[in-house]
């Protein structure tokens, strides 16, 4: 087993509409782009700590569909550096100069090799909602970062469709970036952390 | 026509939990308790503001099926002294010692009568989801007041089942109470304004 160092995060981090959804039921975010600039958000700072990507199949069909989309809004159709683990029951095609490693089956499996992966640095889960869930139903999930986009999409894709009562989150910090984000920082109990 | 104030505001001011539910399915209100105190929140200067109250047939239902908890949680069974407008296609029963109108069809229909026992006061509009959404289709939502709870549902009842893209909402202010609980402010543009 890798040796974990206390400094080491697993991260969901993301940003949703004040109802609740990353992405439209089709997976679009274009309701997004208006709200904010990736540049002028904590992304740059975030980005620099981490070192290792889990994502599931349809960010990753997203992020293959929409290339043109994607390097107009940060500069490359396959934005990411750190090797990213895809989660998928599917087959689905690698991504020319990417560090892509499929995955299938519990995220406990990938936990290690993740971390083995990312050194001192942090884990990023890009999402969806579904697989934030199966880190946090595996203990495994530090903390939840969240964009609030000053948008409401009725539908769609949740953000986290798990029910976090008890312990409920912690609520680290806030911060407004103008009139269409705010941002928002939780820590995540973990059941480990809850039994002992 | 009653001549409205521009000071007098409709606002659905309302807690939601972190992704978009302000009760569970069966209308529970429990997940909140928890997170912080009415006394402590901006809930005693916004109530000191509101000369009118809207409420959807759901939310009436839950104070009269809960009357114990409200009381305990409020100090009354029934916790408001403003006039309130209960919009139901259902007959339901009246509240002992409460001002109740029960009100059917088009939100439009009421808002003269809101305002006008309203005085220079505002309309709040406790829930649900829905019902704030047909003032928001009527383009009479002004205010979007919601302190979102450090706690996840997975399902329940949605904040605001709308689409609201384009103009989006405008986050106005942010105010963190505490790890449980942070309040968003919105002022909505509504389709008149858009049209002008």
Redesign the interface.
Known sequence: MVEVNATMKVQYYTAS?????IATEDDSLE?LF??GNLEDSSYPDFIAEVGAIAMGSSTYDWILRNSYTVAAETGSPWPYTPPTWVFSSRDLPAFDGADIRFARGDVTGFIDDMHAAARSKNIWIVGGGNLAGQFYDAGLLDE?I?Q????????GK????????SP???????H?M?????E?R?TVTNPADRDS
């Open positions: 509409t004040l109802d609740g959804f309701w208006p709200l939840l969240v609030v986009g000053s948008a409401t999409l009725g539908t949740p953000l986290f469709p798990r029910r976090v009562l409920t989150l912690r609520l680290e910090s806030v407004q103008g009139p269409g984000m705010v928002l939780y």
